[in-house]
């Protein structure tokens, strides 16, 4: 059994989220990452924040969109 992730095509905003790297996604919303940017099944930043769980992270992205 062998499982692959291939990250190679996720918006790099999205790949922070995974990280749970506050930083990271601060850097990039600083720089124009664009919050609502989808990934191949549609999912934004937001919703994988919420999908894994990661509370933190899903509160921060809320609050620098409303704040945008």
């Not at 291939?6 to 990271?24: E, G, I, V």
């Not at 601060?26 to 994988?48: P, S, T, W």
């Amino acid at each position: 059994f062998t499982c692959v992730n291939d990250f190679s095509d996720l918006p790099a905003l999205h790949f922070a989220t995974l990280l749970d790297n506050r930083a990271l996604i601060q850097q990039l919303l600083d720089k124009g990452a664009d919050i609502h940017i989808k990934n191949r099944e549609g999912e934004n930043a937001v919703l994988i924040a919420a999908k894994t769980g990661n509370i933190g992270v899903l509160d921060f992205l809320v609050s620098a969109d409303a704040s945008s």
